[in-house]
């Protein structure tokens, strides 16, 4: 909703940022166009039903309330952002910093990708700390979190992970075109300027290796590996 974003998560900081989603220092670079992550989706559909069925904001909040209070992981993930944005009740950044906390320990992997954007950039009173930063992005991405997935390709295609390459991030990539996240699909128009050659030249190595693919390893992003990474992702090319 007008707010900086990120396949990346939710939070810039890197040639890949991508959407608006509220106005978080932009980072290094520069910025890219919105997307809407799975919870996105769902807390737009939880507000159309809270508007059909009449619920108030607080009463929504309370929900996730007595849901994180059981330890619910993914509970404690939407209280969080809840909190953090101040719907159904104030905001309160310290409380939402601790859910996220409390549902990254449980291996949550949204969580980790935002404790990934928050330690990395250093918000909430944090000093930045890309090194933690990376870290909770990595055990995002082992959690299968698609959009951690994309992160960290991102973070390895800047140069900013030691000992990781072209490879490593294809790999990445193509787990998240995997997933069916359809925040990740949105963004194969932008690889070809947001993507180092050599990661591009990688990503269609994998997508040729996976059956996916038959055209040339150039690196370009044309109509040929954009129809193969739409059917990695699931979807007939049309």
Do not use: W
């Not at 930045?128 to 992005?137: E, H, L, V």
């Not at 990781?164 to 997933?179: C, H, K, V």
Request: aromatic share 8%; with cysteine.
């Amino acid at each position: 909703e007008g707010i900086e974003l990120y396949l990346k998560g939710d939070r810039c900081f890197t040639d890949k940022c991508a959407i608006k989603r509220r106005g978080y220092p932009p980072g290094q670079h520069g910025q890219r166009r919105p997307k809407h992550s799975d919870y996105g989706v769902q807390l737009r559909e939880k507000q159309k039903a809270k508007r059909i069925y009449g619920i108030l904001e607080q009463q929504f909040r309370n929900y996730f309330e007595k849901a994180a209070a059981k330890g619910a992981p993914e509970a404690q993930f939407e209280l969080a952002r809840l909190v953090e944005q101040g719907i159904g009740g104030p905001a309160d950044p310290a409380r939402a910093l601790e859910l996220y906390a409390a549902a990254g320990k449980q291996g949550d992997g949204k969580a980790l990708n935002e404790l990934g954007f928050i330690h990395y950039q250093g918000l909430y009173g944090l000093a930045p700390d890309p090194a933690a930063g990376i870290a909770f992005f990595e055990r995002a991405a082992a959690a299968r979190d698609p959009e951690a997935q994309y992160n960290m390709a991102a973070l390895i295609d800047d140069g900013l992970v030691p000992g990781r390459g072209p490879e490593d991030a294809a790999a990445l990539l193509y787990q998240a075109l995997r997933s069916g996240n359809e925040r990740v699909l949105s963004v194969v128009p932008l690889m070809a300027e947001q993507f180092q050659p050599e990661t591009r030249r990688a990503l269609q190595k994998v997508l040729r290796e996976k059956g996916f693919y038959s055209g040339a390893v150039d690196g370009e992003i044309g109509p040929g590996t954009a129809a193969a990474m739409r059917r990695a992702f699931g979807l007939d090319d049309a």
